[in-house]
Structure formats: structure tokens, C-alpha cells
């Protein structure tokens, strides 16, 4: 239902933001992938026929503000619900009189924001309602529903992918801001449409951080007479640090640090700084990208220059000892080095051969030669028995098979041409040579 409102009440008490909230379809800004002429969502919204479904998009996209649309068009009971604010009790609550309304024949759409925030016990709560029809479940959520929404909740509901608003679709929406009455329409706003692209591209896709922006701008802006100039200084004021979507336990966290690695691993250094870049200044740990980094340097350089490992751990020891802002040109120094260096994944794929083996094959005793023996009772099971020092030998090489039985002449390890790596590659083929010869 509705709030009503008196006559005395000031909208220009509430943030421009919430001023300026779509009302229909025609003022939402943005998502024309799903909401243009003819698209899917567009046809299920116009038609009342929605049916359960998770708009998944990053903050500021217009998931809510879809939501409160849809309550206005359709003809179903509509329900809001905090996944912040509420528990168990109250949605039992709620889902017992959506029942009671479609045994009258009535639907009910129960919108969920931050449905992320709801653990699986909560979740599993409206599966069976979902599932009967007693409900229509409405979710938002900036974070992948994949790995936050429960499975069998998530298999009935389409997920609709919200994207970040470009910036001329907010730079419009900043210039409608300004002419706008439920915006600044009835005062006389001077500001440059360059000024508003940049602060479209300030607000990152966020359109609630773009009209917030801008509102801070007007208020801090020259008032002369009844005009109010907004200014380049006064705009610069008002951004002096970019605001980065970054969410250090959220999917942007891991999109950002696969960027990274990807980058080195392609050997675009220009590329592996700005991803470096981008996650340092939106406050990330630089001891976690330090530990990332040096995982890289053996599973991606490896025995191709062995020295990408001494750089990466040394990057480490630098983040710990000063941390930052100091450590960003450390940890710029391995990220270049790394992008750089010869790749090679051998040991990489190396251990992934070895490590299927050794969970699924027979887990085979140590062979003899090879075990210690440390007591008399030992020497007597001959334990160390047949074992061949290499060391004594002129060659320092021995025929002794090292692997158990059923494993004989397997090979992991296949070094590759690349970097350092091709002298092991030739140093391997000749003891390789050498024990064939000698077998």
C-alpha cells in the first residue's frame, strides 16, 4: 500500500536520488538489453505476467527501482522484505498470508533486496512457497547468485543480469537532474555538460552516486543572485577520490585479481598494472595481492626463470615491512617482472598429474630401497635395502626405480623450451638417456 502524504511535506527534503526515482519504464535510465522495445523483461513487466526471478547488478543499477515499478503495474498483492531487518519468524509470517491470498485467488509478489544477506536456512524458507505458487520471489543482489543463492532456489527463478550504467546514459540522466522539477528544475542551475560527463565517469555506472555527486556539487556551488554556477573547482571538490566498485569479499574482488593474473600471464605489463592499479587504490591488502602474485611466479613462470619467484616473495617482504602507499612500486616491480619473464606452466601441470594419481590410485607402500632405517628390527624387514647413493657413483646417477611398482616409467614433469627451462629440458633427456642405458 502506498504511504500518503500530507500537504505540508517537503520533497526536497529527500535526496535528489530518491527525488528522482523512476517512476515507469520510460524514465528508467538504462538496462535496454532487457528493457527496450520488445525485450523479455519489458514484455513480462508490461503484461503483469512476471514470475519468480533475481536481478543481479552492481550498486546504483536500478534493481530496487525495478522492483517498485513492477508493485506499481501489476495487479498481485506486493510485499517488501529486508534481508537485513528480517528473520525466519517474519517470513513464515508473511508466506502463511500469501497462501491464505491465493486461496482466494489471489498472487503475491514478495520482493527480497540484498537476498545475498539471507543464509541458507532463511533461503530454504520460501523454497516451498516458490515452489506451490504461493508466491512470486522477486531477489536483488549485487554478488553472484551462483555462489550466494541457494541451488534449488535459484533453479526456479531467471536471473537477470543488470549491467553499469554507461556514461552517456548517466551524463542524460545528470542533465535531466538539473532541469528536472522533482530535481533542480525550479532553481537556476548553471553547469557545463562537460562537467556532468565527468561526473558520470566519476560515479563508475552508479547512478545513485552520480545524482549524489551532483547534488553535493549544487549545494557547494557560487550562488550569484538566484543563479548557482557549478564549477570546475567545485566539481573537483567533490571527487577528489574516485569511488571504485570493489567489494574485497565480494565477485569484483575475484574478477579484478583474474584480471591481474591473466594480464601477466598474457605478458601485457601495461594491463597487469592498471588491474594492479585499480584493486591497491580501492583499498585491497596489498599482502594478498603480494601472496597472488607469488603463486603466479610458479605456477605460470616457473623453472622458466626461477628468479620470478626470489622477485615475488621479495615484493612480500617489502609490502610487510612498509606496507602502504610505499609498497605499490614493489609490487609493480614483480607484477612487470612477471609479465615479462618466460612462462612455462610445467610444474603446474606437473603436480596436477601427480596429485590425480595420488588420490585415486592404490596408495602403495614406500619401496623398500627407499625407506629408512633407523632400528635393528627395521634392517631386518630390509628396509633400505638395494638403496644406490648417487653420490658415490662418477656420473651421480643411479638405475634405482624411485616410484612404486604399478607406476613404473610414469612422467609428470615435461619442461617446456621457454627461459631457463630448456637447459632442464636438455639436462632431463640426457639422465633420462643415461638410465635407459643403464637399466
Known sequence: MMEQRTFFENDD?????????PQTLEEFCGQKHLLGEGKVLRRLIESDKVGSMIFWGPPGVGKTTLARIIARRTKANFIDFSAVTSGIKEIKQVMEQAEKNR???????????????????QQDAFLPFVEKGSII????????????????????CKVFVLQAL???????????????????????VEISDELLEAIANFANGDARSALSTLEMAVL????????????????????????????????????????????????????AIYWLARMLEAGEDPLYIARR???????????????????????????HFIGMPECTVHLAEAVVYLSMAPKSNALYVAYGMAKKDALTML???????????????????????GYQYAHDTEEKLTNMQC?????????????????????????????????????
Open 137 to 156: 520471489l522477486i531477489g536483488a543482489t549485487t554478488e553472484n547468485p551462483s555462489f550466494e543463492v541457494n541451488g534449488a532456489l535459484l533453479s526456479r
Open 166 to 188: 554507461k556514461t552517456e546514459e548517466l551524463t542524460e540522466l545528470l542533465r535531466r537532474a538539473v532541469t528536472d522539477e522533482r530535481g533542480f528544475g525550479r532553481e537556476r
Open 363 to 385: 596408495a602403495e607402500p614406500v619401496p623398500l630401497p627407499l625407506r629408512n632405517a633407523p632400528t635393528k628390527l627395521m634392517k631386518e624387514l630390509e628396509y633400505g635395502k
Open 13 to 21: 527534503s529527500e535526496p535528489l536520488a530518491a527525488r528522482l526515482r
Open 293 to 319: 602474485v607469488t603463486r603466479f611466479a610458479s605456477e605460470d613462470v616457473g623453472l622458466a626463470d626461477p628468479r620470478a619467484l626470489e622477485i615475488a616473495v621479495a615484493a612480500y617482504q617489502a609490502c
Open 220 to 271: 557547494n556551488g557560487e550562488r550569484t543572485g538566484e543563479t548557482t554556477i557549478v564549477t570546475r573547482e567545485t566539481v573537483e571538490q567533490c571527487t577528489s577520490k574516485k569511488s571504485l566498485l570493489y567489494d574485497k569479499s565480494g565477485e569484483e574482488h575475484y574478477n579484478l585479481i583474474s584480471a591481474l593474473h591473466k594480464s601477466m600471464r598474457n605478458s601485457d605489463p601495461d594491463a
Open 403 to 439: 616410484l612404486p611398482e604399478s607406476l613404473s616409467g610414469k612422467e609428470y614433469y615435461f619442461p617446456t623450451d621457454e627461459g631457463i627451462e630448456s637447459k632442464i629440458k636438455a639436462r632431463l633427456a640426457e639422465i633420462k638417456a643415461w638410465k635407459k642405458q643403464h637399466r
Open 103 to 121: 486461496r482466494f485467488g489471489e498472487n503475491t509478489i514478495l520482493f527480497v533486496d540484498e537476498i545475498h544477506r539471507f543464509n541458507k536456512a
